[in-house]
Antibody, heavy 120, light 106 residues
């Protein structure tokens, strides 16, 4: 059974870069079947898809965040990572990593989520 | 951008009730529509994919239908564990979620 676990700082200062990692266990990471996504959810609000990475390193990003987002993968560690630059209070949210079947499909496994607060 | 709306935004229902939630897309998305359930403090859970396919392990009281711009999620007989917020998601273009429908106890 695949499991995903987010890690990273819970507090980031405005204008700095938010960095999170997701460690995947359960054997499916490098199978070539899946993509690996990041999403977020501000408190009391809806879900926003940030972007995805394939194990080859190819990426897709939400156009609304594309100028500030980098998602990368480290297959040797079964990890993928999110970097979001120039953060503001509007980037405060619970960030989820997730397993994604790819464009036009669905997300079937999620991490538990990690709260990142942007504040000085 | 494709905009997703859901109705109602919230509803109160009793155990055993039949519940229907509607999701509308601002343009046709064929059947590229998924439904998720989210409970407070938890990650979303996939219920339905490709508009009408039941995810493995999800109870058969959940069903989805629709194509094009109008979709529905139906819970045939509401159970205590079904009180949650439900989101639709379109994956025809950049994935985007509806604003959610909160189902609470009447």
């Amino acid at each position: 059974q695949v499991q995903l676990q987010e890690s990273g700082p819970g507090l980031v200062k405005p204008s700095q870069t938010l960095s999170l990692s997701c460690t995947v266990s359960g054997g499916s990471f490098s199978s070539g079947t899946f993509y690996w996504s990041w999403l977020r959810q501000p408190a009391g609000k809806g879900l926003q898809w940030i972007g995805r990475v394939y194990t080859s390193g190819s990426t897709n990003y939400n156009p609304s965040l594309k100028s500030r987002v980098t998602i990368s993968v480290d297959t040797s560690k079964n990890q993928f990572s999110l970097r979001l630059s120039s953060v503001t209070a509007a980037d405060t949210a619970v960030y989820y990593c997730a397993r994604d079947y790819g464009p036009g499909t669905m997300i079937d496994h999620w991490g538990q989520g990690t709260l990142v607060t942007v504040s000085s | 951008d494709i905009q997703m709306t859901q109705s109602p935004s919230s509803l109160s229902a009793s155990v055993g009730d039949r519940v229907t939630i509607t999701c509308r897309a601002s343009q046709s998305i064929s059947s590229y529509l998924n439904w998720y359930q989210q409970k407070p403090g938890k990650a979303p859970k996939l219920l339905i994919y490709a508009a009408s396919s039941l995810q493995s392990g999800v109870p058969s009281r959940f069903s989805g239908s629709g194509s094009g711009t109008v979709f529905t999620l139906t819970i045939s007989s509401l159970q205590p564990e079904d009180f949650a917020t439900y989101y639709c998601e379109q994956t025809y273009t950049t994935p985007a979620f509806g604003p959610g429908t909160e189902v609470d106890i009447k």
